[in-house]
């Protein structure tokens, strides 16, 4: 069973960057899809972005792309999303899952792990 541990959360000002990682361990990471969602305060948990198995796909939610960019080291069962250009609507709880199905329902998604926070101030 696959447990994911996410690191890199943190306190930055708007405009600026930071890079999340999400540690896998315990099951086969090269053969899934992984995402990365985040959940802010009193809201539903929403898709950020997500990544094939072999890194060659990825997708973005509208409200993201251009600014964050997920990747992948298979080598090193890792998941990495890299944030700039931050907004104080960034800030949330970010977690990283393993894919069943690769899309942007977090239903579609296993091995939650504690999630990183991140808060944008303005």
């Known amino acids: 069973q696959v447990q994911l541990v996410e690191s890199g959360g943190g306190l930055v000002q708007a405009g600026g960057s930071l890079r999340l990682s999400c540690a896998a361990s315990?099951?086969?990471?090269?053969?899934?899809?992984m995402g990365w969602f985040r959940q802010a305060p009193g809201k539903e948990r929403e898709f950020v972005a997500a990544?094939?198995?072999?890194?060659?796909?990825?997708y973005y939610a509208d409200s993201v792309r251009g600014r964050f960019t997920i990747s992948r080291d298979n080598a090193k069962n890792s998941v990495y999303l890299q944030m700039s250009s931050l907004k104080p609507e960034d800030t949330a709880v970010y977690y990283c899952?393993?894919?069943?199905?690769?899309?942007?329902?977090?239903?579609?998604?296993?091995?939650w792990g504690q999630g990183t926070q991140v808060t944008v101030s303005s």
């Open positions: 899952a393993r894919a069943s199905i690769l899309n942007t329902s977090p239903r579609n998604y296993r091995g």
């Open positions: 315990g099951g086969s990471f090269s053969s899934y899809g």
């Open positions: 990544i094939s198995w072999g890194g060659d796909n990825t």
